[in-house]
């Protein structure tokens, strides 16, 4: 094959497959912005490959994505480790359809890749790898340079991780609406009353500022709590309005102060109330919602 040849199909090759490793680099790492590092990275790895060599392209390109993003992963977590205040992943603009695919709609929640973040960094990207793109042993062995057995014992034991820590129950996009327009009329309308129907006593929220912006330092803990900080920040600024639209490929708020998006506001939904409150403030995470993210599996 020629070398403009060579070029132009290995280029069909990366955009083909594109918003598939951008999902499997973004699960791994919660970042939009590292999961586009990791995609540079790939793409220069890629370009440098023998085409004629490669059986599976797709499997090829997952397997540069994954080591790269394993690599990622290290940085991440020092940079973690002075995150001032709670850490939460970057929220993402996706497409409304994309949440009829339950399950990748499930495992790119915010509450579930807080659970992922309890992995370590291996386990992580076999349960990603095993149980959101199903790849089978032998590829994800090849991915991460561990033998077949090796993964089974990681799939099963990062599978029983998450099952006792992620929410009890899959939540359908319609409850999931239900419940935030609940919230924001709320919150909007200031019904203490109201809001305090639709969060569970035991909700905790997160809020994520990065000490760029105010934001909670430690984790809100209870109904009453959570309430008395939601009420403050809205007489605290000016007057936020909430946008329902589709966040990590599940309903979710933007919050504007103005015209200007502050934040993305995401849940967990256990037995029809809030378990979890998510509100990414932090400007430095919100590359995501300026425009929809393509995800895929």
């Known amino acids: ?36 590092d990791v995609l540079q990275e790939t793409w220069l790895r890629w ?19 994954t080591r790269l ?11 973690k480790e002075t995150y001032v205040g709670p850490w939460l992943p970057e929220p993402l603009l996706t497409a409304p359809d994309v949440a009829d695919d339950a399950e990748l709609a499930d495992s790119l929640s915010t509450a579930v890749l807080l659970v992922l973040e309890t992995l370590s960094p291996t386990e992580r990207a076999v349960f990603v790898l095993r149980e959101v793109f199903a790849l089978g042993h032998d ?3 090849e991915a991460i340079g561990k033998s077949s057995a090796a993964v089974r014992q990681i799939a099963h034991r990062a599978r029983d991780h998450v099952a006792e820590r992620r929410p009890r129950e899959a939540v359908s996009s319609a409850e999931a609406r239900r419940v935030l327009e609940h919230f924001r009329d709320a919150a909007t309308g ?41 009420t403050g920040l809205v007489t605290r600024y000016e007057t936020p309005t909430f946008e329902l639209t589709t966040v990590n490929n599940a309903p979710g708020l933007l919050v504007y102060l103005g015209d200007k998006v502050d934040g993305a506001v995401t849940v967990r939904v256990d037995d029809g109330l809030v378990t979890g409150l998510y509100y990414v403030r932090n400007p430095s995470k919100l590359s995501g919602l300026s425009g929809q993210v393509h995800v895929e599996r």
């Open 47 to 65: 370009v440098d490959v023998p085409l004629e060599e490669v059986r599976d392209q797709r499997a090829y390109l997952v397997r540069i994505t």
């Open 139 to 141: 590829e994800i062995a």
């Open 190 to 230: 200031g019904d203490l009353q109201s809001l305090l129907d639709v969060l569970a006593p035991d909700v905790v929220l997160l809020s994520d500022g990065g000490g760029i912006v105010q934001a909670a330092r430690n984790p809100i803990y209870g109904a009453d709590k959570v309430v008395r900080f939601l």
């Open 1 to 36: 094959m020629s070398e403009p040849a060579a070029s132009d199909a290995a280029t069909e090759a990366f955009v083909a497959h594109r918003n598939l490793l951008f999902t499997v680099a973004y699960e791994m790492l919660g970042s939009a912005a590292d999961a586009e």
């Open 69 to 79: 993003a394993l690599n990622r992963i290290r940085t991440l977590t020092r940079r």
